[in-house]
């Protein structure tokens, strides 16, 4: 099971908005809502930011969403701020052996 | 509130084992699936394992198997992960991760992580 792909590195600036990418296949992101969006500051946990696609856990800011088209899936953080910089990553369920999977993982810095 | 707070840093050498340690409170331990996911240094993260906290089945990723054993104490809320005939490039931080959903409606996301142990695995 191959990780799925992600752009290394994603920069904007205050206020902007970006969106991050996460390319699959038909055996996982294409055949399940079950995608995932963890951000992680080095040194600490990740945390689940967006679930199901689409979903945001209590707590997480409005400025985070998800989507899915086809085998892509997407992150976009809107109103971007200097706490947002960190390390994003993307999961998926799959069909295979193994049944989870990561993205590569994607840099995103404030300028 | 849910915490899951993983053992101390541990240095092996090449062909030893490790055994890591996650200690979860704030929820009842027996009703969530725990997944094991690493990050080697400057790499992604990488899905190893699952277990069952009531019944203690599990499901290793494949890469993983024959090296790995997951395992749970029930009395004590803790999960652990042993894994085997160390190498090189075993050299990662380790998280522990609560599958969001109980065991009976498991929602395929990771809500809840430990801090991560560090393994170094060096001669």
């Known amino acids: 099971q191959s990780a799925l792909t992600q752009p290394a590195s994603v920069s904007g600036s205050p206020g902007q908005s970006i969106t991050i990418s996460c390319t699959g296949t038909?055996?996982?992101?294409?055949?399940?809502?079950?995608v995932s969006w963890y951000q992680h500051h080095p040194g600490r946990a990740p945390k689940l930011m967006i679930y199901d696609v689409s979903n945001r856990p209590s707590g997480v800011s409005n400025r985070f969403s998800g989507s899915k088209s086809g085998n892509t899936a997407s992150l976009t953080i809107s109103g971007l701020q200097a706490d947002d910089e960190a390390d994003y990553y993307c999961s998926s369920y799959t069909s295979s052996s193994t049944p989870y999977v990561f993205g590569t993982g994607t840099k995103v810095t404030v300028l | 509130q849910v915490q899951l707070v993983q053992s101390g840093a541990e240095v092996k050498k090449p062909g030893a084992s490790v055994k890591v340690s996650c200690k979860a409170s704030?929820?009842?331990?027996?009703?969530?699936?725990m997944h094991w996911v690493r990050q080697a240094p400057g790499q992604g993260l990488e899905w190893m394992g699952v277990i069952n906290s009531r019944g203690g089945s599990t499901r290793y990723a494949q890469r993983f198997q024959g090296r790995v054993i997951m395992t749970r104490d029930t009395s004590t809320s803790t999960a652990y992960m042993e894994l085997s005939s160390l190498r090189s490039e075993d050299t990662a931080v380790y998280y522990c991760?609560?599958?969001?959903?109980?065991?009976?409606?498991?929602?395929?996301?990771?809500?809840?992580w430990g801090q991560g142990t560090l393994v170094i695995v060096s001669s």
């Open positions: 038909s055996s996982d992101i294409g055949g399940y809502k079950y």
């Open positions: 991760a609560r599958e969001s959903g109980v065991i009976a409606a498991p929602a395929k996301n990771f809500d809840y």
């Open positions: 704030g929820y009842t331990f027996t009703s969530y699936l």
